[in-house]
């Protein structure tokens, strides 16, 4: 295990960094909701998938989040939290992705993945960055924004949310990456996957029907009933799509 920190321009705050690994693929984490770098270690995700990492297969990069201070920022107008999400991007993009590349010695394209909120910005980060990323495994995201912005939309905001910008994507390279990425989203249908103010189960299914449409692969994997929006879930989850793709 390696700790980093550094002060981050895009964002203007210090911003913390954990690598657990020797060799293999990268793999970038986003925490959930509002957390940490080691949100991951802490709940068991890192120890669920202990074997990819001793057997070399693949090296885990766990950032921060400022969703406090983005989408979850109730206090702030929908635009306001839009530009401080792209803060968030320009620091992962301009600054992780180049540490990420340093680190593993490779400009390789390489894996990302989250739970719940964490989720939701796995997705979005591959869509608009493919260049950078060659595949997702987002387990229970979040990804219209209702839930975000309420009702709140225009072309500045639109740009951030997968199920609103993805149906007019026309680049040619864009979907080229895209076809040639291993792409994963993966919800239960149990206890928490839907609430009164979201609907991963139902999100999951929009995000199908759109890549169908696209002519984008994906794996949209529905897990049963007993399945929860929850760390005990996820730590089967990720080991059991690690297996399939690394």
Same mark, same amino acid.
């Given at each position: ?10 964002? !203007? ?16 984490? /986003? ?37 406090? *201070?983005?989408?979850?920022?109730? &206090?702030?107008? +929908? ?6 999400? *792209? ?5 992962? @993009? ?17 894996? %990302? ?8 910005? =796995? ?7 493919? $260049? &950078? ?14 839930? /975000? ?8 905001? &639109? ?8 149906? !007019?994507?026309?680049? +040619?390279?864009? /979907?080229? %990456? ?5 792409? @994963?989203?993966?919800? !239960?249908?149990?206890? $928490? ?12 299914? =929009? ?14 994997? /529905? $897990? ?6 929850? $760390? ?12 399939? @793709?690394?």
């Amino acid at each position: 295990m390696e700790y980093h920190s550094w002060y981050s321009p895009s964002l !203007g705050r210090e911003m913390k960094i954990k690598v657990y690994g020797h060799y293999g693929r990268a793999l970038l984490v /986003f925490p959930a909701a509002g957390g940490t770098f080691h949100e991951f270690e802490d709940f068991g995700m890192i120890e669920s998938c202990r074997h990819f990492i001793d057997e070399g297969r693949i090296k885990i990069f766990a950032v921060d989040s400022v969703d406090n *201070e983005s989408w979850l920022n109730r &206090a702030l107008h +929908p635009v306001d939290r839009a530009r401080r999400h *792209e803060d968030y991007e320009r620091y992962v @993009i301009n600054e992780v992705v180049p540490f990420i590349r340093n680190h593993c010695r490779n400009e390789d394209r390489f894996l %990302l993945t989250g739970c719940s909120m964490g989720g939701s910005h =796995t997705l979005n980060f591959m869509f608009r960055y493919p $260049w &950078a990323f060659g595949g997702t495994i987002a387990l229970s995201g979040v990804y219209g924004s209702g839930y /975000f912005i309420g009702e709140y939309m225009d072309e500045y905001v &639109a740009q951030f949310f997968p199920p609103v910008y993805l149906p !007019g994507l026309r680049d +040619p390279h864009s /979907f080229e %990456l895209l076809r040639s990425s291993s792409l @994963i989203i993966s919800v !239960g249908q149990g206890p $928490w996957e839907r609430s009164w103010d979201y609907d991963c189960v139902e999100d999951a299914g =929009t995000m199908a029907t759109i890549l169908e449409r696209l002519g984008i692969p994906a794996w949209v994997d /529905f $897990w049963g009933n007993d399945v929860s929006h929850d $760390w005990v879930w996820w730590k089967v989850q990720l080991p059991y799509f690690l297996g399939k @793709i690394v």
